[in-house]
């Protein structure tokens, strides 16, 4: 996948992403570097995708979190993120 879009489904991104708001990612930023922490990306766990921004790293493996924190399933709950998880970066917010 070079680039996508996706619509934001949920609260746990507010107020950065809103429900309704679509968002083009791209698995081309990582071919070149490695995901950095405050990176918004989306990953995909237990057959769906998540869009969460990156809070801590630990070698190969990430622990994500929603902008929401009230209202977010994230890393507290999913546990850490592996590198082969991670569909692409959020690179550009569209309506």
């Not at 570097?33 to 995909?44: G, L, R, V, Y």
């Amino acid at each position: 996948m070079l680039l996508s879009k996706i619509r934001i489904v949920g609260h746990s991104m507010e107020p950065t992403l809103i429900e309704g708001q679509t968002v083009l990612v791209s698995n081309i930023p990582y071919l070149f570097s490695k995901p950095k922490t405050d990176e918004i990306i989306t990953f995909k766990k237990k057959k769906k995708i998540f869009i969460k921004r990156i809070f801590k790293i630990n070698g190969k493996k990430y622990f994500v979190k929603g902008d929401n924190e009230k209202d977010s399933f994230d890393s507290r709950e999913l546990g850490w993120i592996n590198k082969k998880e991670i569909v692409g970066k959020v690179i550009f917010k569209l309506v």
